[in-house]
């Protein structure tokens, strides 16, 4: 009995997309695995060409009720298939073509357990060199923030147990695949990515600035701990530095700190106490963030 696999495909008027990439995703999966291909139209409205390829090519197709983003699609997606959910393995995918259709197989097969195998992006983004610099500090200051390098996207496959559980926890509120790392171990498997078929990035700067924001809102808690940890220790120090100060000016005059010297103490302690009241507001913004998401997702 050939394993049962179901693919997720978000959709943002890319039917010249589908049309290339359905029939490869059926034909290279054929002899292996017994495939079901679901797209997400992303674009709000019901779209006649998309409609047209997935009923063409024996693809699902759902509407969102409005225009989500890729990640919010895949979400919605998942959480419509594991309500009747009867495949052995999920995998999620853009409808670009920038995901490659022969590293599935690779992909499917190198998931182990509750697991969850995720495409290393190989190669520059093809934005240009401008929103490359912005993507790159960005990557970078996610990993500072969170302890997570960024490296890879929505192509990731695991079981579905692991789907079930995306579907109900409150991380996966407005963002998918940087959120993967908090429920269970990543197998980062390389894949080089591919020239998008048809069109430009739809991402644009506001749209970096949005991804940003969703990405980091999963991983709250995880950065007010982070982000108390360097700032307790310059705060330490200067409390200890602005109490000696005033001993010494108390006790032993003679060998006091110039003024400088105890105003920049005393502003270090300062600036340090106003980043953990920082952390703090995250710490309450993470958990009504997860207590939202709860309700939304009917828990």
């Not at 990439?21 to 674009?43: G, H, K, R």
């Not at 401008?130 to 079981?159: C, E, M, R, V």
């Amino acid at each position: 009995m050939k394993t049962r696999v179901s693919i997720i495909m978000p959709c943002y008027k890319e039917a010249k997309c589908l049309e290339k990439l359905l029939p490869q995703i059926f034909e290279e999966l054929s002899t292996i695995y017994e495939t079901t291909i679901l797209v997400v139209n992303d674009l709000g409205l019901p779209d006649v060409e998309t409609e047209y390829m997935c009923n063409k090519y024996s693809a699902n197709l759902i509407n969102v009720p409005y225009n989500m983003g890729s990640q919010e699609a895949i979400l919605y997606g998942i959480r419509h298939e594991v309500k009747n959910i009867k495949s052995d393995l999920v995998l999620t995918m853009d409808s670009d073509g920038q995901d490659d259709v022969k590293e599935i197989k690779r992909l499917l097969e190198s998931v182990e357990g509750n697991g969850i195998s995720v495409a290393q992006r190989i190669g520059k983004r093809p934005e240009g060199k401008t929103f490359g610099s912005l993507y790159f500090l960005y990557k970078k200051g996610f990993y500072y923030l969170t302890g997570i390098k960024p490296d890879f996207g929505n192509f990731a496959a695991y079981n579905k147990d692991i789907a079930n559980h995306i579907s109900h926890s409150p991380h996966f509120g407005i963002t998918y695949s940087l959120a993967l790392p908090l429920i269970s171990e990543l197998k980062r498997i390389p894949i080089k990515r591919l020239s998008r078929i048809d069109g430009k990035s739809k991402i644009g700067y506001q749209g970096l600035f949005v991804h940003g924001l969703r990405s980091i809102l999963p991983h709250l808690i995880n950065v007010s701990i982070r982000v108390a940890k360097v700032a307790s220790i310059p705060m330490f120090f200067g409390i200890i530095l602005v109490l000696t100060s005033f001993m010494l000016r108390i006790f032993v005059p003679k060998y006091a700190f110039p003024n400088w010297a105890t105003t920049i103490s005393f502003g270090v302690a300062v600036i340090s106490l106003q980043l953990l009241t920082v952390c703090l507001l995250l710490f309450i913004t993470a958990i009504l963030s997860r207590q939202i998401s709860l309700r939304r997702s009917g828990l």
